[in-house]
Structures are given as C-alpha cells and as structure tokens.
C-alpha cells in the first residue's frame, strides 16, 4: 500500500493534474472569499466554506479521472494486479494519495481563515469544525469519483461520469428543499452530502454526520476494490 | 513451477480457453505459440493473475494462485504485451518502485536497482524520464521491471514485438542471459525466436493445447527429408526417384548451375539412401551432394494450426 501510495502521490505532482485542482480551488476559492467576506466586511467563514463545498462537485473529477482509468488505459494496472499487493493496498494506496492532495489544498485554503483571524474575528473552534466538515464532505467525493474511475475504460469518460454524478448528489441537495412531501424531504436530506455538511459549519461536532461521510467513503471504497476485482473474472 | 490444471476461461459464449493444463519445471523456457486470438494473452494473464479462470487452478511454486496470491505472485515477474510503464517517472523512479511491489526491503532496493539496470543494459538510463526512450529502451526497462526481485518465474507476452531487428537481436540476448536458471514462459509471434529460445514449445490453437513438445524432439521426430544435387538429367531422375522405395514426395528445387536440386520427403521411419545410391549408379548419375533437412516449427505450427 505504501508503495502505492507514494507513486500515485508523486504522479500527482508530476503531472498537472494536483496544480489544476488545487489552482482552480483556490482561484474560485479566492473569488468566493472576496464576494462573500471582504466586499461584505464579513468575518463569517460559513458562506465561504458553503460555497467552496460546490468546488468538491466540480473539481474531484479532475483529481480521480486519471487513477484508475488512467491506468487502466496505459495498461500499467497490469503492474499492479500482477504484484503481490493485495486490492485493498492498491485501493487504500490510490486513496490516501488523492485524500492527501485534497489535504493539502485544503491546508492552502485556511490563508482564508487566516485573513479573518489576522484582520476581523475569527471564532476557532467554529472554524476547525467547518473544515473538519469541509474536508470529510471532500474525501467522501474523492471516494465516490474513485469508484467511477475504476468503473471507467478512459478518464475523459472517468471525469464525464464522475460529474454527473456529483451533480446529481447536488440536485438532491436542491430537491430536498423543494419538495412538498416530509418524508421525500427527509430522504433527501439524509443522501445529500451539503445538508449533511451543515452542522459542521455552524461549529457542531456531528458524529452522525461525520459517520455518514466515512461510512460513504468506506462503501466506496469497498466497491471500488470488489469492482476491480470482477474486471477479472470478467475483462477479455 | 508452474501448474495449470483444467483452465477454462470463458468471455460469455466466448470459450477463450478450454480445458488447458500444462507444467513448465524449473528452469525451463517454454514458449507459447498459436495465431491471433488463440489464448496465449489470457492464459498468461490467468498465470499472473491479471485475470481469474472461469475453472481451474493455477500453482506457482506450490502455491495455489487464488488460495495463496501473495505468496504465489511474489515468485512471478511479468512483463505484458504493452510494458506498463509510467512515462512521468524516471527509469530509477519506476524500478524502485517496481522493487517495493515485490515486497524487496527498503534497505535492499538501491542496490538491487543498480543491480538489474546493469543486467539489463540500462545503466546510462536510469536518470532519464521514461517517456522519452525508445521503443527499445522501454521494452528493456519493461522486462527490467519483471526482473525485480528476482522473481523465479519469468513470464513475458510477445517481448519482442514492435522492435526493430536490431532491437529484437539485444533484447534477445538480454533475455537468454537473464533466463539462466529460471522458469521463462513466453508467448510469441515470431517462431525462429522460440526456436531459438526455448526447450519446449506448446501450441495453442482455439483455446486448446493442440501441441506440447520438446523441441529437439519435434524436429527429430518428424518424418526425413533430404536435399540432394544430382547432375543429370531431370526427365529421366525425377519419375526414377519417385518411384523409389521410402520417398514419399520429390520436390524440385530451384537448379544451381546445370546441377539438379531435388528435396526428397521420406516415409515415416525410412532411410532410403542405400537405394537412392544404387539408383544413381546404375543411371549413371553423380550424386554431388546429400543433406538432411530439418523441418523448421513454423512448418509444424502451420500444419498444426491449419487442421481443423
């Protein structure tokens, strides 16, 4: 797993695709930041931790298209299968290399919070717990798009799939606040990884919902290792 | 070393292989041949455990390949059809991390690199990106990686294709250097490169062993064929010599300077030269030359391959 992790991790940083994410982040970060706390003489991180939660939909394709499919395009997942690294290694490898890039833009994104704490006030234990929230709701969608990279024969087609189905998380988001029907309503609350990012924003410590979101990244990764696992018994 | 018993794989209605089982000891280089689409690919796979029969076992130096995947793969290095090679990494890059793979200890590694790129004449590379070598280079450094950890078995699927004739004689060399000792299972297009690497040779042919041979014992054991240049003349030879006793077919040759070239297909079991002998004597012809003929595999392969 080790190894795993450290070559996925350098392929990151050697290829664009961790400046993209992180650049892009925090390029759409720093606009968000701008509009909702400098221009509003706002020292509230929660619009901006809210708003940054969309960036996860939109830029975690970008992070896991090449994972899988990548490989499995280049063929160099032969390497892997044929080692005596088990799938679980290769999965949880693959994993904790993308959660750390995710980590550290995370990390860059708290000059956000720095700027209030240095020029307006900043209430820590509110804002650690918004990025705890911030950072969960993120490697829940690492791992969910991990999964559509492994399903995936191209990363283009990896990052297409993966998209949508980010969105589709975001539009039970906006369903579950337009439907008429309570237990529709409360469905659609439990799925949709904004709602359950909520508490974590307004400095609730939520084990419920920090649950849900290692529960999703758990599943997903269990289905990602049985998914590779059945491309053998069934890829020509 | 390797063990294969009943493997069948199945792709839906597609029976990929069927009922194949073969061993290849220790030590061994036993080459796999067959025509496109024949199996070879996926029943290295299978062995590697890139793939998972549909039935069927496979043991690599006792160990069963499902039961005990660890222990099995950590004997196995594998170089497939297209080298999985990361073009972003350097060459010391991609073999360190081949080596960790292969569970060889940290403190192990530097050396144990340094060690294959000079077996595998990669020395001058190992600083250099993979993606800017050549086609040659990046089969080396390929078959370098199956090297890592120095695996007991080598198993690499048409190591040769795609290079140039240059290319193909080096890594050939390189190959037969570093078999020494070791079991090596190769699949392979071009037969006068199994013929001129391998002890022993299977054949498949729609997903079925339709030949498993030592390959001393193919060439042997095929029926005599003799080339002989006679000076005489051909109307006359030609209906005398198919009509002698144990030629069961004359093929004429192209002539070489007025001097008669006939290639002569003897019975299974016959040597008619006493006879050929005695029936130039007395036409009164001089036999100039007479030389066995060894039947090449691809000869066998395209007998084999083209029945049924």
Sequence with gaps: ?236 | MITLTSITKRYGNTVALSDVSFTARQGEVLGLLGQNGAGKTTALNIITGCLAPSAGSVTIGGHDLIQEPRQARRLVGYLPEVPPLYDEMTVRAYLRFACELKLVLPADIPAHVEEIAARTGLKQMLGRRIGNLSKGYRQRVGLAQALCGDPEVLILDEPTSGLDPRQTAEFRETLREQANGRTVLFSSHILSEVQALCDRVIILHHGQIVLDSNLKQLQSGSALRLRADIQGDAKVLLPALRSLAGVRRVTRLPDESGVLSVLLECTQGECPQRTLFTLLSGLNMPLLRLQPVESSLEEVFLKITSEG
């Design chain 1, 1 to 236: 797993m080790r190894a795993v992790y450290k070559r996925e991790l350098q392929s990151f940083f050697c290829t664009p695709h961790a400046y993209v994410f992180t650049g892009v982040f925090l390029l759409l970060g720093s606009v968000f930041f701008a509009v909702g706390n400098l221009a509003a003489h706002s020292s509230d991180l929660n619009g901006f931790l809210w708003n940054a939660g969309y960036l996860w939909m939109l830029l975690t394709p970008v992070l896991t298209m090449h994972v899988y499919a990548g490989e499995r395009r280049a063929h160099t997942d032969q390497l892997l299968f044929s080692s005596p690294v088990s799938l679980w290694g290769v999965a949880l490898g693959k994993y904790l290399a993308t959660i750390t890039v995710l980590g550290l833009t995370v990390f860059l994104s708290l000059i956000y919070a720095g700027l209030i704490a240095i020029y307006g006030r900043l209430y820590p234990s509110e804002a650690l717990c918004g990025y705890l929230g911030f950072s969960l709701q993120g490697s829940a969608f690492v791992a969910i798009d991990l999964y559509v990279s492994a399903r995936s024969r191209t990363p283009v087609t990896a990052a297409v799939w993966a998209f949508g189905i980010n969105l589709l998380l975001w539009l039970v988001d906006v369903l579950s606040s337009a439907v008429s029907s309570e237990i529709l309503q409360r469905i659609l609350e439990f799925i949709s990884p904004y709602q359950r990012c909520a508490p974590f924003r307004s400095g609730q410590l939520s084990a419920a919902n920090a649950l849900y979101f290692i529960g999703v990244s758990a599943l997903m990764l269990f289905l990602t290792v049985r998914m590779l696992d059945s491309r053998r018994w069934r890829e020509a």
